[in-house]
């Protein structure tokens, strides 16, 4: 048996137009303009999915990193650096050794008898546990933490596709830790911020994707009812401040907490999800995080977690594809 796919169109003026799109495509490929710009490359030998920056390249995501920081240092932002391995218990903890364990990076054992480490999946609970270093006040927060922090996930082969999906990537990762009545007006400013990288960089036909849980399937997800209602209420209600034009997805949030993605839609009117603020309930609790309250009680900070870009080697490919090579950055 053989599978054959085809498609239609009702009128010769929209085939002709889906012809050029694929022939313009073609010619914006990043894999082609990268290789021909001489900005990154792969290697079978240093491992599929895994990209090499080449000097060009990495002068690109230099002026793209330096950019973002600016922004970040103006808006109150925190840098830090984590490693690029952590405990395996760290990622027990967050919960995320349960839900992504079997489909990452397998366990790198030391001389230690038991003793597991993993390569990071995720920034968030090294974030965690920065918070944790120091008690923390009301008066302290919010506190927001940066990190360009480059992340491992082990993706099929089938799935690797140039820039677009890696096993290796840096987010352009902040995690936020506030009051409770501080999460709207916190979401708000990132908010801002996403709006603000998109309009440098040319990217102004976009939706915003308010991705919610399956209510059919809970057990995907941790945390209690109440905190994701909440969660999912800021969220909402924070976009239609903002203005933003969103759709609903049910099934499509973090399995920690809901999500605003931005859905960008590049020269050749294809969509891609690039920037992504997720606001999170769970993890405080799941790290027992504190703040000494104005009552002189302890309580737990809301988290948001946001990356505008997304990953810089999936934001540059959507980049060079959008700008057809010819960069305008200034």
């Known amino acids: 048996m053989t599978r054959v796919y085809g498609i239609t169109f009702p009128k010769q003026a929209e085939l002709d137009e889906y012809i050029l799109i694929q022939e313009e495509a073609k010619k914006r490929d990043h894999r082609k303009l990268g290789k021909e710009l001489e900005l990154f490359a792969f290697s079978e030998k240093v491992g599929l999915g895994l990209p090499l920056w080449l000097p060009k390249g990495a002068m690109l995501r230099e002026r793209l990193v330096a950019?973002?920081?600016?922004?970040?240092?103006?808006?109150?932002?925190?840098?830090?650096?984590?490693?690029?391995?952590?405990?395996?218990?760290?990622?027990?903890?967050?919960?995320?050794?349960?839900?992504?364990?079997?489909?990452?990076?397998?366990?790198?054992?030391?001389?230690?008898?038991?003793?597991?480490?993993?390569?990071?999946?995720?920034?968030?609970?090294?974030?965690?546990?920065?918070?944790?270093?120091?008690?923390?006040?009301y008066k302290d927060l919010?506190?927001?933490?940066?990190?360009?922090?480059?992340?491992?996930?082990?993706?099929?082969?089938?799935?690797?596709?140039?820039?677009?999906?890696?096993?290796?990537?840096?987010?352009?990762?902040?995690?936020?830790?506030?009051?409770?009545?501080?999460?709207?007006?916190?979401?708000?400013?990132?908010?801002?911020?996403?709006?603000?990288?998109?309009?440098s960089l040319s990217f102004t036909n976009f939706t915003a994707q308010i991705s919610l849980r399956d209510p059919d399937n809970k057990a995907k997800y941790i945390g209690t009812d109440e905190n994701w209602e909440k969660a999912e209420s800021?969220?909402?209600?924070?976009?239609?401040?903002?203005?933003?034009?969103?759709?609903?997805?049910?099934?499509?949030?973090?399995?920690?907490?809901?999500?605003?993605?931005?859905?960008?839609?590049?020269?050749?009117?294809?969509?891609?999800?690039?920037?992504?603020?997720?606001?999170?309930?769970?993890?405080?609790?799941?790290?027992?995080?504190?703040?000494?309250g104005a009552d002189g009680n302890k309580h737990r900070p809301v988290m948001i977690h946001r990356a505008p870009f997304g990953s810089l080697e999936r934001f540059i490919a959507v980049l060079i594809e959008h700008c057809g090579g010819i960069s305008h950055f200034g």
């Open 67 to 137: 950019f973002l920081q600016k922004a970040q240092v103006e808006s109150g932002y925190l840098p830090v650096i984590t490693p690029h391995i952590g405990n395996k218990n760290l990622y027990i903890t967050s919960g995320h050794y349960e839900k992504y364990g079997a489909d990452s990076f397998q366990p790198i054992k030391t001389p230690q008898e038991g003793e597991e480490f993993f390569l990071k999946p995720m920034n968030c609970p090294h974030h965690c546990e920065i918070y944790k270093t120091s008690p923390r006040s």
């Open 142 to 199: 919010p506190l927001r933490l940066a990190e360009f922090g480059t992340v491992y996930r082990y993706e099929q082969h089938g799935e690797l596709h140039g820039l677009t999906r890696v096993r290796g990537f840096t987010q352009d990762d902040a995690h936020l830790f506030c009051i409770e009545n501080q999460l709207k007006d916190e979401f708000c400013k990132v908010i801002d911020l996403v709006l603000y990288v998109f309009k």
């Open 234 to 292: 800021a969220i909402i209600e924070s976009a239609k401040e903002k203005g933003l034009t969103t759709v609903i997805e049910y099934g499509e949030a973090a399995f920690y907490g809901p999500k605003l993605d931005f859905m960008v839609k590049d020269a050749l009117n294809r969509s891609w999800q690039l920037g992504t603020i997720q606001v999170d309930y769970n993890l405080p609790e799941r790290f027992e995080l504190e703040y000494m």
